[in-house]
């Protein structure tokens, strides 16, 4: 096995040195044995009539053969072209010695002698090759990952091909639930029914099942999921046809499982078949306006930056705190205007919502049509130990901006909300509360512009998502952090929820909280045992030992929930869109509210952290804190013991 590798292993140039030495030798023998195969017999005239050309094979046949590219080709990846390639090579060659023999006068030689050796050179050469290849393959598949690939179709035969040129991982069965493939033979791998795999794992040593169907839909492959789930066995899925083989990528990518075949993600257990959006809906805010986005670099922001500029606004302006955040989406958007060739003026602003003559300044100049208030600080914890700040933000920042939309006379304004708003027991679903009836006091004043809200649960991938957590913990051989054992959520992919976002805000009318469809709540542990599961992983039990995965509980954090809500009340109806909904929500006249929020922002102003909770529960008539204040700074100066909690 040493040898073989370290055969393999040579250099490209020492690997092309050696071909043409055995060739060098070779190719005289297989003359001469065309020689003895025409006369039955090799004898002394023989040898002096034919010694030229036995000689001048190797000096005329190496020359064409470089020429012919003959050993430029990549062993590892011949496939049957490569026999017209050698019909050619050997032909030319032969070519050469026929002429060579007819310059010299060479007397009395047979044809025959010249067909055999012609036929013999190109089955030593075809032969030899193929031989090479499946040395060299035989290699690699000693340390290769036995994968299983579940699906026999279009994309698992490609995906097939394509890991059979690499060396990290080798296809050893097929499976399929279509009875009419299995016990086929694809590219010389059988086809096996998916019942058949617990068997096939322990006989085979595979290690992964690679899912390559990629026309299935999300419920589809939800089931498949959890038939695999108890086989303890890594999962990959591969993306659609045509971007499983790209040209800008190498098959080890492919192999390694990277932005080609990657893990399984949340998207894929939650099973969730989107709808399919209401172009109508899409584009009647934004074509030909001019948008603004707010929190333009946060991961809901960007996401709709995304999707508005496919809907070719004539502007689209950036607006954010964070100059990275900022500068990434203005790159990310100008290449794919360049891409699409979209005709979109892109304005980005450093600022905050925050900033009254700014943001009135933005507004007026360009003539906005479209907001998109996406800016907020959204992480519980974090907030909770910073309260003041958080009621500045995403309460009179959402004040300020709202009020500048009004003074440019803006059409529409759509408030990107949360679940964590209905009956909130933490500061953040409180200004997000607040933020609401703000917009909804705004909007039954007289003003041209239509306040509308979008409630819905976490998103995939967003900040402080627990999912790229938990597969961190995991890679690292845990433990997985979980606050506690009964916690759910609701969740949605990023642009499925940007998606609908847009479409609901082309239904508001005015004051209107819209919900989002979130589908079923999703318990956290058995989310983070089923990505333990199809990581081929076990969680860790008396029985389990070692190298299992421990779920540790960490208790709920300052604020937190275990259940998350939609609706207040019980009053949602329908929409136009199956999976949107309008609310019927309690408000608060603007008269009323008004001197609430100059109370609030002075208790702001003079850092009065219980005046502001005070201030809190009492606009927000739902809220009911979950936990005492936690601002380090208020625990400090009352000389309270208590830590904070981790933040995580």
Request: aromatic residues 8%.
């Amino acid at each position: 096995m040493n040898a073989m590798k370290s055969l393999v292993d040579l250099s490209r140039w020492r690997k092309q040195l050696l071909a043409a030495a055995v060739d060098f030798i070779l190719l005289p023998l297989i003359f001469f044995a065309a020689i003895w195969t025409r006369y039955e017999t090799i004898n002394f005239d023989l040898l002096r009539q034919y010694a030229i050309l036995i000689a001048a094979t190797p000096v005329i046949t190496i020359p064409v053969f470089i020429r012919t590219g003959l050993y430029h080709a990549v062993i590892r990846f011949i496939d049957h072209k490569f026999v017209y390639v050698v019909f050619g090579a050997v032909t030319a060659s032969l070519l050469c010695l026929a002429t060579l023999a007819a310059f010299t006068h060479i007397p009395n030689l047979s044809r025959a002698v010249f067909g055999m050796y012609w036929v013999g050179a190109i089955l030593y050469v075809v032969v030899s090759r193929f031989f090479a290849r499946g040395y060299i393959l035989h290699a690699a598949d000693s340390s290769a990952i036995a994968v299983a690939i579940y699906g026999a179709g279009k994309a698992g035969a490609q995906l097939a091909s394509a890991l059979g040129a690499g060396s990290d991982f080798v296809p050893v069965v097929f499976v399929d639930d279509k009875k009419e493939l299995q016990h086929a033979m694809i590219g010389g791998i059988k086809v096996f029914s998916p019942d058949c795999l617990p068997d096939l794992i322990a006989k085979k040593g595979i290690k992964q099942i690679l899912l390559a169907m990629p026309s299935l839909s999300h419920g589809q492959q939800k089931r498949i999921l959890e038939k695999l789930e108890p086989l303890r066995v890594k999962i990959k899925v591969t993306p659609p046809i045509g971007s499983l083989v790209d040209e800008s990528m190498g098959t080890a990518q492919i192999g390694l499982g990277g932005q080609k075949l990657r893990d399984i993600g949340l998207e894929d257990l939650l099973g969730r078949d989107t709808a399919i959006p209401d172009p109508r809906l899409l584009a009647k805010c934004i074509r030909g306006k001019t948008v603004l986005v707010t929190g333009a670099g946060g991961s809901i922001g960007s996401e709709l930056c995304r999707q508005l500029i496919r809907q070719q606004p004539v502007r689209l302006i950036l607006l954010d705190m964070s100059e990275f955040a900022l500068y990434s989406i203005e790159q990310e958007l100008s290449g794919l205007c360049k891409q699409l060739a979209l005709d979109v003026q892109i304005m980005p602003f450093l600022g905050s919502v925050c900033e009254r003559e700014k943001c009135q300044r933005i507004l007026a100049t360009f003539a906005v049509d479209t907001i998109y208030h996406a800016a907020a600080y959204k992480h519980v914890p974090l907030v909770e130990h910073n309260p003041i700040e958080g009621v500045r933000n995403n309460v009179f920042g959402t004040l300020t901006i709202a009020q500048a939309a009004l003074a440019a006379q803006v059409k529409c304004f759509v408030l990107i909300s949360t679940d964590k708003a209905v009956r909130p027991t933490n500061v953040m679903g409180a200004t997000k509360r607040l933020a609401e009836l703000i917009l909804q006091a705004l909007a039954r004043q007289s003003g041209g512009t239509r306040f509308s809200m979008v409630r819905f649960g976490n998103v995939l991938g967003s900040s402080g998502s627990v999912v790229p957590l938990f597969r961190q913990q995991i890679q690292k051989g845990g433990p997985i952090t979980l606050t506690h054992p009964e916690i759910t959520r609701y969740f949605m992919t990023i642009p499925e929820a940007a998606q609908l976002v847009l479409q609901a805000g082309a239904m508001g009318e005015g004051g209107d909280v819209f919900l989002l469809d979130m589908g079923e709540p999703v318990k956290i542990l058995d989310l983070a045992r089923r990505m333990v599961h199809l990581s081929g992983l076990e969680i860790k039990s008396e029985a389990s030992g070692d190298g299992a995965i421990e779920i540790e509980h960490v208790g709920l954090r300052p604020g937190e929930k275990l259940y998350e809500e939609l609706l207040i009340g019980n009053n949602a109806e329908g929409t136009e869109h199956p999976l949107i909904m309008r609310a019927q929500e309690a408000e608060i006249p603007w008269s009323h509210l008004q001197p609430l929020l100059q109370k609030l922002e002075q208790s702001c102003i003079a850092f009065d952290y219980q005046a502001v909770r005070a201030m809190l529960i009492h606009i927000v008539a739902e809220y009911a804190p979950q936990c005492g204040i936690e601002d380090p700074i208020w625990l400090a100066q009352n000389k309270i013991d208590d830590k904070p909690a981790i933040l995580h």
